[in-house]
Every structure is written in structure tokens, then in C-alpha cells.
T-cell receptor, first 114, second 113 residues
């Protein structure tokens, strides 16, 4: 089984709808991240969490919110989806005990907002 | 601030050709450097890393050497295969454990049979 899982893998929704993307990990890592990937723009950090009670905004947090329900779970919500949020979304984890911040990625969620 | 610049793609090569993807960085302190690879339909996975100057990271025939004097970490492979077709991301993180990883914009590689 994959160490970092994301659900759903694909989602099509309409403008104005609220949706939630979920991420779970079995790696025992304390840090979790949400990224957005657009063609030609690389990855942009949306939110990150260094532990359950430590949540921080990334580069592009407007229009998004997150919840760290447990060390293993980190969900991303779009309160009112808009078409320019159509993108590929990745969850990642890392271990603060490591000497360097290697991140482990989930398989991604492809979101389309019509 | 910290940043990573890598060559724009797409890069198209024939099988068995030599590959170089350039990456340069700007960072305060002494960063660790990474190359991640993203195969079609998948998330990113770590390809190789180097944590100090003059270190050489290597994996699956790919190599990159941490060059502090030129602030570079170029990815090379002597003979590419069709299965190497993917998007490659250069990245850095400083040794401050609260620092986030900074990614380049990615370089798409196409290998023709």
C-alpha cells in the first residue's frame, strides 16, 4: 500500500461548490504539505503543517483552508470553487527528525472546476 | 530569499543521448539540494540528493554534483532511455529545519526511441 494516499484522485465540480481533498499517510511523519501544480509553474505551496496544532499559510492560500485532523490526516478545502482553481493537487509529508527536509508525495488529485 | 532556477523545457533527445538539465540556486546558509522526478500520472519522487558542497548524488544512472562556487546542481545522465521521459524538478532546503523546500519550475524531458 502507498505511504501517502489522496482521495479522490479525480474530481469535477462546479463553480461555487465546496469541496474537500483528503490526504492520509502511514509514514509516521509529523509534517504535511499541500501543493498545487499548474503546467509550466512548477509546484506552489498552499498550506503546511509542522504538527497537529501548527498550521501555516503558504504562497497561495487565498481561497483554500485546511484541517489537520490527526498526525496522519491533512485535508484541503475549497470553500467556493472557481475555475482558476483547476489544477493538480499534491499532498506531501516529511520528518522533522531528518537532517534534511526530504518530502514524500502522494499520487495527486486532478481537480476540474467548471 | 531562496530560489531555484532550472532550464526551461521541453527537452527532447534520442535514446542513448547524453542528458544535462541545468539548475542554479540562490540561498542563505548552506542548503541541501535535490532532484525530484515526476513520471506521467504520478506524484514527485526523490531521484537524488546532496547535502554539502562537492557531494555527488546518484541514482538510476543520473548524477548531480553540488557546486558551491557556481551555486549549481546540474543533472546528468550518460545514456537516456525512453523510460526516463518525465518532468524533473530541482529543489533546495536550508539547514534550518523550519525552512520549506523550494522547487524549480520543472523541466519536461521527452526521449524518442
Amino acid at each position: 500500500d502507498a505511504d501517502v494516499t489522496q482521495t479522490p484522485r479525480n474530481r469535477i465540480t462546479k463553480t461555487g461548490k465546496r469541496i474537500m481533498l483528503e490526504c492520509s499517510q502511514t509514514k509516521g511523519h509529523d509534517r504535511m504539505y499541500w501543493y498545487r501544480q499548474d503546467p509550466g509553474l512548477g509546484l506552489q505551496l498552499i498550506y503546511y503543517s509542522f504538527d497537529v496544532k501548527d498550521i501555516n499559510k503558504g504562497e497561495i492560500s487565498d481561497g483554500y483552508s485546511v484541517s489537520r485532523q490527526a498526525q496522519a490526516k491533512f485535508s484541503l478545502s475549497l470553500e467556493s470553487a472557481i475555475p482558476n482553481q483547476t489544477a493538480l493537487y499534491f499532498c506531501a509529508t516529511s520528518d522533522s527528525g531528518r537532517a534534511y527536509n526530504e518530502q514524500f508525495f502522494g499520487p495527486g488529485t486532478r481537480l476540474t472546476v467548471l | 530569499g531562496n530560489s531555484v532556477t532550472q532550464m526551461e523545457g521541453p527537452v527532447t533527445l534520442s535514446e542513448e543521448a547524453f542528458l544535462t538539465i541545468n539548475c542554479t540556486y540562490t540561498a542563505t546558509g548552506y542548503p541541501s539540494l535535490f532532484w525530484y522526478v515526476q513520471y506521467p500520472g504520478e506524484g514527485l519522487q526523490l531521484l537524488l540528493k546532496a547535502t554539502k558542497a562537492d557531494d555527488k548524488g546518484s541514482n538510476k544512472g543520473f548524477e548531480a554534483t553540488y557546486r558551491k562556487e557556481t551555486t549549481s546542481f546540474h543533472l546528468e545522465k550518460g545514456s537516456v532511455q525512453v523510460s526516463d521521459s518525465a518532468v524533473y524538478f530541482c529543489a533546495l532546503v536550508t539547514m534550518n529545519r523550519d525552512d520549506k523546500i523550494i522547487f524549480g519550475k520543472g523541466t519536461r524531458l521527452h526521449i524518442l526511441p
